[in-house]
Nanobody, 118 residues
């Protein structure tokens, strides 16, 4: 059993900053990647950023230069600066794992609301 616990969402004014955290625990054999996705009302869930164990990162074009993903052991962080109203969404933590046996699994956090508004 794997659990992802997110924290750090909230209400912030445009131009402000927030830092999201996601701690993974449980039976994790090997991590393939950790990351963040977001879903605005009526929209699909989209990639925000991912990070691999070797700290290779990918970002959505819309957040490049403003968001930074990082990782410390089984915790992944998303530092969000210069926030815009269009960043308003529920942010979901994502974990991809694999086992020596070859099996793969994907896990999602419960989601944390980020609202950017004056």
């Amino acid at each position: 059993q794997v659990q992802l616990v997110e924290s750090g969402g909230g209400l912030v004014q445009p131009g402000g900053s927030l830092r999201l955290s996601c701690a993974a625990s449980g039976s994790i054999e090997r991590i393939n990647s950790m990351g963040w996705y977001r879903q605005a009302p009526g929209q699909q869930r989209d990639l925000v950023a991912t990070i691999t164990p070797r700290r290779s990162t990918t970002y959505a074009e819309s957040v490049k230069g403003r968001f930074t993903i990082s990782r410390d052991k089984n915790t992944v962080f998303l530092q969000m600066n210069s926030l815009k109203s269009e960043d308003t969404a529920v942010y979901y933590c994502n974990l991809n794992t694999f086992a020596i046996s070859g099996s793969r699994a994907e896990y999602w956090g419960q989601g944390t609301q980020v609202t950017v508004s004056s």
